[in-house]
């Protein structure tokens, strides 16, 4: 099946920090990438849909000079916590569209961010 | 009104109990019906795609879509312990829109 990595996956900074995450497609070429925050118990909350080699579409709420988003390859995107602060402290989930194959999305395992 | 509705629950079965969990969508033009299931502090996980209505089995999982009444459910036979965890439905019309449910958690007790 098709499978989504993502790294680090956890990583504490301190404030005032930038973080990066990586998510790559290892098997599979994926146009179109996703990048979804979760907080406890709560469902995924979508921050942003990624096309190779274009920006980042963000949604509505979602500060995109606090979260860059970078495609660069069929395979990986990079989403960048800028300044980060403790109230970004979150699990960042990313996954990629494995279309047109299917009309789906496979998801990385994840990444926990904690910040001081 | 929401695009997808799923009970949040919880929801608490015996082990080997066959469990129904189920979604309500209300756009007609959806097409693609996933189920995910969700380990805590994990990334989801594709169990089900299933591509407009029938029904679709792989192993002890079944999933169902009756575009009629808007409905998909997805049935767990002889339910395992290590069910446990939270079920999301998700669907798109195509292209990039996705339609997440809430999610349904689960437990299955020994």
């Known amino acids: 099946g098709a499978v989504v990595s993502q790294h680090p996956s956890w990583v504490i900074c301190k404030s005032g920090t930038s973080v990066k995450i990586e998510c790559r497609s290892l098997?599979?070429?994926?146009?179109?990438m996703f990048w979804y925050r979760q907080f406890p118990k709560q469902s995924l909350m979508l921050m942003a849909t990624?096309?190779?080699?274009?920006?980042?579409?963000?949604e509505q709420g979602v500060e995109k000079d606090k979260f860059l988003i970078n495609h660069a390859s069929l395979t990986l995107s990079t989403l960048t916590v800028t300044s980060a602060h403790p109230e970004d402290s979150s699990f960042y989930i990313c996954?990629?569209?494995?279309?047109?194959?299917?009309?789906?999305?496979?998801f990385g395992p994840g990444t926990r961010l904690l910040v001081l | 009104q929401k695009e997808v509705e799923q009970d949040p629950g919880p929801l608490s079965v015996p082990e080997g109990a066959i469990v129904s969990l189920n979604c309500t969508y209300s756009n007609s033009a959806f097409q693609y019906f996933m189920w995910y299931r969700q380990y805590s502090r994990k990334g989801p996980e594709l169990l089900m795609y299933t591509y407009s209505s029938g029904n679709k089995e792989d192993g002890r999982f079944t999933a169902q879509v009756d575009k009629s009444s808007k409905y998909i459910s997805l049935f767990i036979r002889d339910s395992q312990p290590s069910d446990s965890a939270t079920y999301l439905c998700?669907?798109?019309?195509?292209?990039?829109?996705?339609?997440f449910g809430t999610g349904t958690s689960l437990t299955v007790i020994p």
């Open positions: 098997d599979f070429q994926a146009t179109t």
């Open positions: 990624s096309n190779e080699g274009s920006k980042a579409t963000y």
């Open positions: 998700a669907m798109s019309a195509g292209g990039n829109q996705f339609y």
């Open positions: 996954s990629a569209s494995h279309r047109p194959y299917q009309e789906t999305q496979y």
